[in-house]
């Protein structure tokens, strides 16, 4: 069983950055396709970022390119979005994913593990 710890949420005024951090545990049997997903107050949750674990391929929304990164360090099995020039519509809740599908998706059905999200406010 996957576990997924997201941390390195909070307040940040516009244009400022944050980073946050996704600790992956428990008993893994591949690599894992891994992604970032955000949901505003009474809105659908949204792709955010993806990153395929054997071929080292990044995805990004169309919202967040040259902004955010997402990166991996399998020593210390830990998945982290620099975002970066935060603006108030970044906020939200944003939730670490992994899928047993090593490949980048937009789709949140694609992903069977979830964290329990860390949240992020940007102020203007």
């Known amino acids: 069983q996957v576990r997924l710890v997201e941390s390195g949420g909070g307040l940040v005024q516009a244009g400022g950055s944050l980073r946050l951090s996704c600790g992956v545990s428990?008993?893994?049997?591949?690599?894992?396709?891994m992604a970032w997903f955000r949901q505003a107050p009474g809105k659908e949750r949204e792709f955010v970022a993806a990153?395929?674990?054997?071929?080292?391929?990044?995805y990004y929304a169309e919202s967040v390119k040259g902004r955010f990164t997402i990166s991996r360090d399998n020593a210390k099995n830990t998945v982290y979005l620099q975002m970066n020039s935060l603006k108030p519509e970044d906020t939200g809740v944003y939730y670490c994913?992994?899928?047993?599908?090593?490949?980048?998706?937009?789709?949140?059905?694609?992903?069977?593990?979830w964290g329990q999200g860390t949240q992020v406010t940007v102020s203007s």
């Open positions: 990153i395929s674990w054997s071929a080292g391929i990044t």
């Open positions: 994913a992994a899928s047993h599908y090593d490949v980048g998706s937009r789709d949140t059905n694609e992903y069977a593990y």
């Open positions: 428990g008993r893994t049997y591949r690599n894992y396709g």
